[in-house]
């Protein structure tokens, strides 16, 4: 039977890879509860990250067309928007930083510390860009927030006034 965990081992200069990509309807009864529980924390990222990836995009178009329309309220409702896209790369990233750390663990229990001795794991760019998509994520809310202050009520109702005359 195949471990459900990716294991890329470094043996006499040559990089042997096993991939294993599990779908999401397959009976995992006979796995262990690690690797169960590791299966699921890896479904709920796959979930979780392109949906906060799709969030966003709507938020950069919520944010813009509030912008234009210099609405107090659309404004802050977008602020309010990006702020809680902000959580949700938040806690995409955490989990993925806590499912590659209990895949690690469980990948040394399977094969032992001493044949992973010469392994080296790096989170590389994507970690970096997940932890600046959430700065900006937050930035932008608070930007907006700060737009949405900075949007006199008076102004908004002079808009809405001229419209409807």
Avoid at 33 to 50: G, Y
């Amino acid at each position: 039977m195949r471990s459900p965990c990716f294991v890329s081992i470094l043996t006499a200069g040559k990089n042997s890879s096993s991939h294993f990509i599990h779908p999401f309807t397959e009976d995992t009864s006979s796995y262990s509860e690690p690797e169960r529980h590791l299966l699921s924390m890896h479904k709920v990222i796959v979930i979780l990250l392109p949906l906060s990836l799709v969030l966003l995009v709507f938020g950069g178009i919520c944010g813009l067309v509030s912008s234009l329309a210099h609405n107090r309220r659309m404004l802050i409702t977008s602020a309010s928007y990006f702020l809680f896209c902000s959580l949700f790369t938040l806690s995409g990233v955490s989990l993925y930083i806590s499912y590659s750390q209990q895949a690690w663990q469980e990948m040394e229990r399977q094969l032992g510390a001493e044949l992973l001795a010469p392994v080296q794991v790096s989170f590389g760019w994507s970690l970096g860009l997940a932890w600046l998509s959430y700065g900006l994520e937050v930035a932008a809310g608070l930007l907006l927030l700060l737009a949405a202050r900075m949007t006199h009520p008076q102004l908004n109702e002079f808009t809405t006034t001229m419209a409807m005359a």
